[in-house]
């Protein structure tokens, strides 16, 4: 079973609004952490956000935020007002075992192309 | 501050060659990543080191493949016997063990086309 999915392979949003890209987990690991990571066609990977598994609010950096349910183990992330630099490829990752333990790389899900339209 | 460097950042090779790469972490970053990516994927866990000792392999690394970091600096990821299924963006990243959330850092990557 994938341990992280991201539905949408691509999308096309424009200039300006807000633009959410999913992302689910699977895991029966208590403790993880979860990761959204930016990679423009350069191909460099670009950190952007952080969410703990026992971490009681959101998390939020700039223009970005995590919706984070871990009921439902999703950790959605949201870009306000998008701006063209936004046009990446982004993926989300999992880290089992974090904090505390679990010295693992990251699992990726297969990432979302994003698209910003002026 | 300088980021993670990754050398080469292109190799073209022919089947059954050995092929290099070189990975300089963060100055002050302690742990030390091996990924692969292939087209259309997210990255691939492959190794990772904290200072010089190998602490996990994935089962993606078969025994053609083994990684250094001697003197827990520098990492080389190397390849021997290249197959076309070894054409891959081979990406590094490093971390520190302090700091809440341990994000990685990555290198621009090495993308190695076996012909």
């Known amino acids: 079973a994938q341990k992280i999915t991201q539905t949408q392979p691509g999308m096309f949003v424009q200039e300006k609004e807000a633009v959410t890209l999913d992302c689910t987990y699977d895991?029966?690991?208590?403790?993880?952490?979860l990761f959204w990571y930016k990679q423009p066609s350069s191909g460099e990977m670009i950190f952007l956000i952080y969410?703990?598994?026992?971490?009681?609010q959101n998390a939020t950096e700039g223009r970005y935020s995590l919706n984070f349910q871990k009921a439902r183990k999703s950790a959605n992330l949201v870009i306000s007002a998008s701006q063209l630099g936004d046009s990446a490829m982004y993926f989300c990752?999992?880290?089992?075992?974090?904090?505390?333990?679990?010295?693992?790389?990251?699992?990726f899900g297969k990432g979302t192309h994003l698209i910003i339209q002026p | 501050d300088t980021g993670v460097s990754q050398d080469p950042r292109h190799k073209i090779t022919k089947r059954g060659q050995n092929v290099t790469f070189r990975c300089d972490p963060i100055?002050?970053?302690?742990?030390l990543y091996w990924y692969r990516q292939t087209l259309g994927q997210g990255p691939e866990f492959l190794t990772y080191?904290?200072?010089?000792?190998?602490?996990?392999k994935s089962r993606l690394l078969s025994d053609r493949f083994s990684a250094e970091r001697p003197k827990g600096s520098f990492s080389t990821l190397e390849i021997q016997r290249t197959e076309q299924g070894d054409s891959a963006m081979y990406l590094c990243?490093?971390?520190?063990?302090?700091?809440?959330?341990?994000?990685?850092?990555f290198g621009p990557g090495t993308r190695l086309t076996v012909l």
């Open positions: 990243a490093s971390s520190r063990t302090s700091g809440r959330a341990d994000e990685q850092f």
């Open positions: 895991t029966s690991d208590p403790s993880y952490g």
């Open positions: 969410q703990g598994s026992y971490d009681q």
């Open positions: 990752a999992m880290r089992e075992g974090w904090p505390g333990g679990g010295a693992d790389g990251l699992t």
């Open positions: 100055s002050e970053h302690n742990r």
């Open positions: 080191f904290q200072n010089e000792a190998q602490l996990e």
